[in-house]
Nanobody, 122 residues
Framework: QVQLVESGGGLVQAGGSLRLSCAGS????????MGWFRQAPGKEREFVAAIGWSGGDTYYADSVKGRFTISRDNAKNTVSLQMNSLKAEDTAVYYC???????????????WGQGTQVTVSS
């Protein structure tokens, strides 16, 4: 019911910052909890961060807590992931996702974007 497209990925040096955006279409994302996930080479897709529909409830994976910030702008139908102090191990394809409720498990989320590559050089 909602289509998602990620943008903002690229190559960044370790210690640098990058901001990812996810734009919704078809349905307004204001009706959904939103999440960010990533999949590194040879690894399973993993939870990164999530935010409730109102923006007041956020969750982060331990590996990114304190470095990444998820936010949303329902008026612009977007959700963002601000990534600071990037590490080489943050290198992955990053996906945004939407669901009626919050959840940490990949299989919980119904709608997915196609992903955007983030590469952190050391």
């Amino acid at each position: 019911q909602v289509q998602l497209v990620e943008s903002g990925g690229g190559l960044v040096q370790a210690g640098g910052s990058l901001r990812l955006s996810c734009a919704g279409s078809g349905r307004t994302i204001s009706d959904y909890a939103m999440g960010w996930f990533r999949q590194a080479p040879g690894k399973e897709r993993e939870f990164v961060a999530a935010i409730g529909w109102s923006g007041g409830d956020t969750y982060y994976a331990d590996s990114v807590k304190g470095r990444f910030t998820i936010s949303r702008d329902n008026a612009k139908n977007t959700v963002s992931l601000q990534m600071n102090s990037l590490k080489a191990e943050d290198t992955a394809v990053y996906y945004c996702a939407a669901d009626a409720t919050l959840g940490r498990l990949v299989k919980h989320w119904r709608y997915w974007g196609q992903g955007t590559q983030v590469t952190v050089s050391s």
